[in-house]
C-alpha cells in the first residue's frame, strides 16, 4: 500500500481526510441536497473534531467517495455523515463499499462502539430499511426567503400568535436558557425523554442523534446553539427548541441555512418556538436564508398553516421527513 493509505478494496484506496483535500472534496459535492449542503462550511471543522473519522476513497488517484463518523455516547455509537460518490461513480455500489471499510475502520479504531446511527432526509423502502432499525421519523417544515423578508414574516406570525393565544401566548412562554447549568437540569433529567417525546431517544441537532447524557452535552456546546424551554416549569419544559447558527450554502450562490430543531407535540408551544427562534435568530441572517425546522409529525401541518404569511417567505418543499436509523456494528 501506498504511505498515508489506510487500506484498499474493490479497485478504491482509502485515505484520511486532510485540510488540503477541500477542494478535490467540494469537486464530488456539487448540487448535493439541492444547495442545501453544510459540508463546504463543515469540512475545515471535522478535520479538527475530536473523536471524528472521515475517509476518502480514490480510484487511480482520483477522489470518488467520502464518509465520515464521529463518535458520541461515551463511545457506544457511531454517527456517520457526510456520505457522498462523485456523479460518474454513483449507481455501481461504491457508497456501499466506502460506508462497510468506514464501519471496519472505526470499529477496530474504537472497539468500544456498539451501533452505527444514520439520519436521512429521504425514504429508501423497505427493502434498504430492513438492514436497519428505524428509531424515528420526524417532520420538516421547509421555507425560503431573502433576510429581509425575515422582519415581516416574525411580524405577521406575531400577530397570529396574539390573535390565538392574546399577549400571555406561547411565545411568551418560551425561555432562552442561557447556562450550561439550566440546559444540564433539562437535559440529564431522567423523564426528558418521554416528557419531550424524543425521537428514539435522541436530540438530533442538525440531523446529528445524540442521547441526552452527560458526556453528550460536551459535543452539544461545541455547536453553540441557542436553547429555549417552554411550556411546564423551567428545568421540566414539555417543549424544547434550538438553533443551529445559520451557516452559508452553495444555493444560489449567496444563501444561509437556517435549522431549527423542536421536541414535543404542543401546537401553541412549537407555534411559540418557532417565533422565539426567529426573533433571535434574526439577525445573523443574510441573503436568501433556505430555513429548515424539524419537529414531530403529529405538528406539520399546524406549523406549515401558521407559516403562510404574505411577507415572501414560503415554503419551499413540500412534506419530507427525518429518518434516524441505527444497526449494529
Ligand atoms: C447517495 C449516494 C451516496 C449513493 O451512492 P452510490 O454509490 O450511487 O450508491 P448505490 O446506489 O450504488 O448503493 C450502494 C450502497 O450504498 C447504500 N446507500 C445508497 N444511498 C445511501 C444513503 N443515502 N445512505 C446510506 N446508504 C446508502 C445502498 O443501500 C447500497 O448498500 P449495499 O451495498 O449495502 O446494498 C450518491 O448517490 C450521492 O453521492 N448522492 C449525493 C449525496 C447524498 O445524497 N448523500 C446521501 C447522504 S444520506
Known amino acids: 500500500m501506498e504511505p498515508g ?38 469540512y475545515h471543522k471535522w478535520m479538527t473534531e475530536p473523536d471524528r473519522v472521515v475517509i476518502l476513497a480514490r480510484r487511480a488517484g ?11 455516547d461515551d463511545g457506544r455509537t457511531v454517527v456517520v455523515e457526510g456520505l457522498r460518490v462523485c ?4 449507481g455501481h455500489g461504491v457508497a456501499g463499499v466506502i460506508q462497510r471499510f468506514a464501519d471496519s475502520y472505526l470499529k477496530k479504531l474504537y472497539p468500544s462502539i456498539k451501533v452505527k446511527r444514520l439520519t436521512r432526509g429521504d425514504d429508501p423502502g423497505p427493502e434498504k430499511l430492513s438492514k436497519f432499525r428505524l428509531l424515528a421519523r420526524r417532520a420538516v417544515v421547509s ?5 429581509e423578508s425575515f422582519d415581516g414574516f416574525i411580524s405577521a406570525l406575531k400577530a397570529k400568535l396574539m390573535l390565538e393565544e392574546g399577549a400571555g401566548g406561547p ?21 426528558v425523554s418521554s416528557r419531550l417525546q424524543l425521537p428514539g431517544g435522541a436530540i438530533i441537532q ?38 443551529t447558527p445559520p451557516y452559508p ?4 450562490g449567496r444563501a444561509v441555512r437556517l435549522n431549527i430543531d423542536m421536541f414535543g407535540t404542543d401546537q401553541g408551544l412549537a407555534r411559540g418556538a418557532l417565533v422565539a427562534n ?10 436568501t436564508v433556505m430555513m429548515h425546522v424539524y419537529l414531530h409529525g403529529s405538528l406539520w401541518e399546524s406549523l406549515r398553516e401558521f407559516c403562510q404569511t404574505d411577507s415572501g417567505v414560503q415554503q419551499c418543499r413540500n412534506s419530507w421527513e427525518q429518518l434516524l436509523l441505527e444497526r449494529d456494528l
Not at 487500506?7 to 444547495?35: C, H, Q, R
Not at 467520502?66 to 458520541?72: A, F, I
Not at 456523479?87 to 454513483?90: D, G, K, L, M
Open 171 to 191: 411565545a411568551s412562554k418560551h425561555l432562552s436558557l442561557e447556562t450550561e447549568e439550566q440546559l444540564r437540569a433539562v437535559l440529564l433529567d431522567p423523564d
Open 249 to 252: 450554502v452553495p444555493y444560489g
Open 206 to 243: 442538525d440531523w446529528q442523534p445524540l442521547q441526552p447524557i452527560e458526556g453528550n452535552l460536551a459535543v452539544l456546546k461545541r455547536q453553540n446553539l441557542t436553547w429555549f424551554a417552554g411550556g411546564g416549569l423551567v428545568d421540566k419544559p414539555t417543549f424544547l427548541s434550538f438553533y
Open 62 to 72: 482520483k477522489l470518488v467517495a467520502l464518509e465520515s463518523g464521529v463518535v458520541v
Open 5 to 42: 493509505c489506510v487500506g484498499e478494496n474493490d479497485g478504491l484506496t482509502f485515505w484520511l481526510a486532510k485540510p488540503e483535500d477541500y477542494a478535490d472534496v467540494m469537486s464530488i459535492s456539487e448540487d448535493i441536497y439541492s444547495g442545501n449542503d453544510y459540508l463546504p462550511h463543515r
Open 278 to 287: 426567529l426573533d433571535r435568530v434574526r439577525a445573523e441572517l443574510r441573503g
Open 87 to 90: 456523479p460518474t461513480e454513483r
Open 143 to 147: 421555507l425560503s426567503g431573502e433576510a
